[in-house]
C-alpha cells in the first residue's frame, strides 16, 4: 500500500474507534504499529512533509560549517556559506549520485569523493574534471537540490517539503513558551549523546512521551523529581506542553542541589521531536525519535549545557537518564510492541483527565489525530 494507492476507505477504516472527543476516543488502531504498509505511508505523508531537527545553531555558525543527516531515507545537508547564509541540500552529487559529505565538520567547498565534481556553498557546480570536450555541458547551469532549512529557538530544522510553511508560521505559540522558559538556549552547547536503538514502532515511543499516567508505576525515581500535582499537559496545533515544577523534598533520581532551573519544561514537537528541559543548571535535551521499521526505532538524546564540561551534578543526571529513565521507558514500549503484534490487542481507550493533569493521555489523543490527518491527506479525503 505505497501513498499513492491509499484510499479514502482505507483512511476511514484506520481511524474506527477515534473520536475528537478524548473521553470517547479509542486509540490509534495496533494495524498503524505493526503493518509495514502503514509505516511506508508515514515515510512519505509525515516525514517528507514535516520539520526534522538537525542540530543546535552552534555546530552551524561558522562559515563552511556543514551537518549531513539522513531525512525519511534521504541523504540531506545543512551548510552555512561564505556569505553567512544558512542553506540545506539533497546530499546527492549531480554527475552519479554519491553521497557528498559525511558526518560534521567545516570545508571551504563540497568536493563529491566519487569524482571530484566540486560545488561551492551555494550549491553551485564550480569544476567537474575532463569535462571540457562535452557538447553542452555548463557547470553554471548545475546546481545541487535544495532542501527547506530554517533555524527555530536555537536549533536548526530541515523540510523536504518544497511548498511547507516556516516552522515559525506553523508552530504557534512555541516559540515563545520556550524563550520564557529556557531564555538560554541559544547559548547553550553541546555535551554529550546518549544512543539507542529500540525493538518498537516509532509511535509507540512517542506515545510513552506523551503521558506520564505510567509514571506513578513505572518512573518511581522520576515523581520525585517533579511535583506530580503541578504537572499540567496542554496540547496545541502540531505541538504540546509538559510543565511541573520541582518535587518540594528530596528526590531518588539525581541531585538537584543549588539548580538555577527549577521548573520541569518539556515540548513535543510534531511529529518526532521533543525538547526538554529538567531541573538543574540552564540545560536542554533533545530527543529525537528516528523510525527505521514498524518494529524498530532509533533514538538520539543530546545534552545541551551551559558549558561542555559537565558538572558531578549532570553527570549523575545523565546517568539516571541512562541507566533509569531510559531503561524503564524502553522496557516499556518494547512490551507494548510485542502485545501489539498479537491478535489479543487492536485498540485501547484513551484514558482523559478533563483537567488536564500528566496522568491524562490526551497530548497522546491530539498525537493519534495529528497521525490520522495525515493519513487522510495522503488519501485525498
Known amino acids: 500500500m505505497q501513498s499513492q494507492a491509499f484510499s479514502a476507505g482505507t483512511a476511514r477504516g484506520i481511524a474506527q ?13 495496533a494495524d498503524a504499529y505493526t503493518k509495514t504498509q502503514w509505516f511506508e505511508l508515514e515515510r512519505d505523508a509525515i516525514f517528507k512533509r514535516s520539520w526534522q531537527w538537525v542540530c543546535h545553531r ?37 554527475h552519479r549520485a554519491h553521497r557528498i559529505l559525511s558526518g560534521e565538520g567545516a570545508v571551504k567547498r563540497l568536493m563529491c569523493p566519487y569524482h571530484a565534481w566540486t560545488y561551492d556553498l551555494t550549491g ?39 511548498k511547507a510553511a516556516p516552522l515559525a508560521a506553523q508552530s504557534g505559540d512555541l516559540a515563545r513558551e520556550i524563550t520564557r522558559f529556557a531564555p ?3 547559548d547553550l552547547t553541546f555535551a554529550h549523546r546518549l544512543t539507542y536503538d529500540i525493538r518498537s514502532n516509532w509511535k509507540n515511543v512517542v506515545d510513552n512521551f506523551l503521558e506520564c499516567y505510567h509514571c506513578p508505576v513505572a518512573h518511581k525515581d522520576f515523581v520525585t523529581l517533579v511535583d506530580m500535582d ?51 543548571r540552564g540545560n536542554m535535551i533533545v530527543m529525537h525519535i528516528i523510525p527505521v521499521g514498524p518494529d524498530r526505532t532509533l ?11 559537565t558538572t558531578a551534578a549532570e553527570e549523575e543526571a545523565i546517568r539516571y ?48 489525530g495529528l497521525v490520522l490527518d495525515a493519513y487522510n491527506q495522503a488519501a485525498g479525503a
Open 17 to 29: 474507534g477515534y473520536d475528537v472527543d478524548p473521553a470517547r476516543s479509542l486509540s490509534l488502531h
Open 58 to 94: 552552534e555546530k552551524l555558525a561558522a562559515p563552511g560549517a556543514y551537518v549531513a543527516v539522513d531525512v525519511a531515507g534521504h541523504p540531506v545537508c545543512a551548510v552555512r556559506g561564505a556569505d553567512g547564509v544558512l542553506r540545506a541540500f539533497y546530499n546527492v552529487c549531480k
Open 124 to 162: 553551485r557546480l564550480k569544476g567537474a574534471p575532463n569535462t571540457e570536450h562535452l557538447k553542452d555541458f555548463d557547470t553554471g547551469e548545475i546546481c545541487l537540490e535544495s532542501v527547506q532549512v530554517e533555524e527555530f529557538c536555537g536549533f536548526i530544522y530541515v523540510n523536504l517539503d518544497p
Open 184 to 186: 538560554d538556549i541559544g
Open 230 to 280: 503541578t504537572y499540567r499537559v496542554t496540547t496545541h496545533g502540531i505541538y504540546s506542553s509538559h510543565m511541573a515544577e520541582a518535587g518540594k523534598n528530596a528526590n531518588t533520581a539525581y541531585s538537584v542541589d543549588g539548580v538555577t532551573v527549577t521548573d520541569h519544561a518539556v515540548w513535543w514537537l510534531w511529529p518526532n521531536t521533543c525538547l526538554m528541559r529538567y531541573p538543574g
Open 299 to 309: 533514538e538520539t538524546y543530546d545534552f545541551f549545557f551551559e558549558s561542555a564540561e
Open 321 to 368: 537518564i541512562d541507566d533509569v529513565l531510559q531503561a524503564e521507558d524502553i522496557a516499556l514500549v518494547e512490551s507494548v510492541q510485542h502485545g501489539m503484534e498479537s491478535p489479543a490487542f487492536s485498540q485501547g481507550r484513551i484514558v482523559h483527565d478533563p483537567s488536564g493533569s500528566g496522568k491524562s493521555e490526551h497530548a497522546v489523543h491530539h498525537f493519534h
